[in-house]
């Protein structure tokens, strides 16, 4: 993918120029936290996995 996002940003650069190229890159790198903002992962607190459930079987089995 960065091969192709240094042809795009020269190319964009060339037609609409370095100021206005950078500008968007700008806005897009600042735009890019929406989807972590907008998910479930921002209020997840732990990871809910199927290990801990085994780990406790396992310890109360062996005693």
């Given at each position: 993918m960065l091969p192709l996002g240094s042809l795009l940003g020269g190319a964009l650069a060339s037609v609409?120029?370095?100021?206005a190229t950078l500008t968007v890159d700008g806005i897009g790198v600042a735009l890019s936290i929406l989807p972590l903002l907008l998910s479930p992962l921002r209020t997840m607190r732990a990871q809910n996995s199927g290990t801990d459930k085994q780990n406790q079987e396992t310890s109360l089995g062996s005693h």
């Open positions: 609409f120029g370095l100021r």
